[in-house]
């Protein structure tokens, strides 16, 4: 397993570009099951859950490369039909596998997909998926651990669907019910839908195969069934929240970080929270006008405040960046309250961060974050995702050094972050653990 080892306080400077959406890539990948042409997308990101898709494709029965290429589109051809199951080994270590559920029971009638587990950042149940797809008329039973879903005879049926759960929509669940009801007879109306960017993506993706997709980006989404599907080739939008990550790095203590292809549009919750802490992000004069893809420069006012923080669905505050945004706040003076209301056990980055001096207080779905001076470097364990990027951040600006270990959490979704780290200026360094200790860093 390889670890980060990162020696902090370096200034950083530079430019940084994020790359196309993981979250979006996923369901758009699974989108090709929907039909027996190919499906051509630019920036798919090369990494772990990427290539886990592509390899759960090829035993869906497409015609996939080996990996994405962020020089070459990625080419995804259903050219057989027939097999229908996504094995728990794969899912267990992607739970986006179960996007494809809803293109499978649409387009080949069944689908037999393990269920997939809890995870470090809570429960992570799929009711919500099922009930949608139940609703389009889909038998769906549990099997020695596998969900298996039957379309009736004559196919999936359009109908009235509200996907409103305890904690909001659900952003797969509104894709499986979304690309199921694509190939459904009559209208689909899915009531409480995602908002999220990523949805737009899949809904554009969707209609460019021919779909009659409507209000995608609203809590209300309209579907018109067709008959059939066909190929195209699509543009992923860039990773809002690799993007979200990058903006953190620029607020850091004596960064100064210009962030390309940035999703600025759908940061806005971001950036208001930014601006609030005393952070100026700005649209460089040559950025493009797509703010989709913008080209943005973060700089750090003299003095920072704290701030309150709550995660909600799209278009608020994303999960995804709570932990980045913790360890921002760790080092900004007075207290600031981050309420973690997606994901209410998502904290599991609040022990490592304490261990490098941080000063945080944690009740329920709430911690307190009292900023202190700096903090302090320290061996530490990444638990998941956006956890690991949120030690990169607290080990760039801690002084002294880093270790932090499992960072294969981070390369599911931040492609070889380190050596796009480097140029700005960090001390980072990727080794084996099984190295650490030769290397005198133990
Ligand atoms: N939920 C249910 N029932 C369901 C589905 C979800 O109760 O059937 C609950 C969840 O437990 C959670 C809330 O609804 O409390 C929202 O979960 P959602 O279904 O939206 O999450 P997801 O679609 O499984 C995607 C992203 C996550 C991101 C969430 C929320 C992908 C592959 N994953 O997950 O990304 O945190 O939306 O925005 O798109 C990450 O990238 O680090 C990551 C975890």
Redesign the pocket.
């Known amino acids: 397993m390889d670890a980060f080892v990162i020696e902090g306080a370096a200034p950083l400077t530079g430019s940084i570009k994020a790359n196309g959406s ?3 890539a ?2 758009l990948m699974a989108a090709a099951l929907l039909m027996d042409e190919p499906l051509v997308l630019s920036d798919v990101p090369d990494l772990a ?1 990427t290539r886990n898709m592509l390899h759960l494709l090829a035993e869906l029965g497409c015609d996939v490369p080996q990996r994405p290429s962020c020089d070459e589109p990625t080419t995804i051809h259903a050219a057989d039909a027939s097999p229908c199951t996504a094995r728990y080994d794969i899912v267990r270590t ?3 596998s ?2 494809t559920l809803g293109p499978l029971l649409a387009r080949r009638g069944h689908a037999r997909i393990a269920m997939p587990g809890g ?1 470090a ?11 949608g797809l139940q609703a389009l008329g889909a038998e769906i039973e549990l099997d020695s651990g596998d969900i298996v879903a039957t379309a009736p005879t004559g196919g999936l049926r359009g109908a009235s669907i509200f996907l409103g ?11 499986n019910v979304m690309s199921a009801a694509t190939l459904a007879q009559g209208e689909t109306i899915i009531e409480s839908a ?1 908002c ?1 960017p ?1 949805i737009t993506d899949l809904a554009k993706l969707l209609n460019a195969m021919g779909a009659q997709i409507s209000g995608a980006g609203s809590p209300r989404i309209t579907i018109r069934g067709v008959r059939e599907l066909s190929g195209t080739s699509h543009r992923i939008i860039p990773d809002r ?1 690799e993007a979200g990550t990058f903006l953190m790095l620029g607020a850091l203590d004596g960064a100064d970080i210009t962030v390309e292809n940035c999703p600025i549009d759908a940061l806005m919750a971001v950036c208001d929270r930014l601006e609030r802490i005393g952070i100026d992000i700005a649209l460089t004069p040559d950025s493009p006008t797509d703010l989709m893809r913008a080209t943005v420069t973060v700089s750090r006012r003299d003095s920072l405040q704290a701030t309150r923080l709550t995660t909600q ?2 278009p608020g505050f ?3 960046l709570q932990a980045q945004a913790m360890a921002l706040l760790c080092t900004v003076r007075g207290h600031s309250i981050i309420t973690e209301r ?3 056990e ?1 904290f599991l980055h609040v022990p490592e961060l304490s261990r490098m001096g941080a000063q945080i207080f944690r009740q329920g779905p709430t911690a307190v974050v009292s900023g202190v001076d700096h903090l302090v470097g320290a061996p530490v364990m990444a638990s ?3 956890a690991s990027a949120s030690l990169v951040l607290a080990g760039l600006a801690a002084q002294g050094q880093t270790i932090i270990r499992r960072v294969y959490h981070l390369d ?2 931040y492609a070889s972050l380190e050596d796009r780290l480097v140029p700005l200026g960090a001390q980072i360094q990727r080794v084996d653990e099984k190295d650490l200790a030769p290397i005198g860093v133990c």
């Open positions: 993981k979250n979006a996923l369901p859950d992607m739970r986006g179960i996007c995870c950042i809570g429960d992570r149940p799929v009711d919500l998926h099922l009930r759960g305890a904690f909001g929509p659900t952003v797969l669940g509104t894709a995602a999220e990523e929240i669905p799209h994303p999960t995804d997606i994901f209410p998502r998941d995702l956006r599911r979704g």
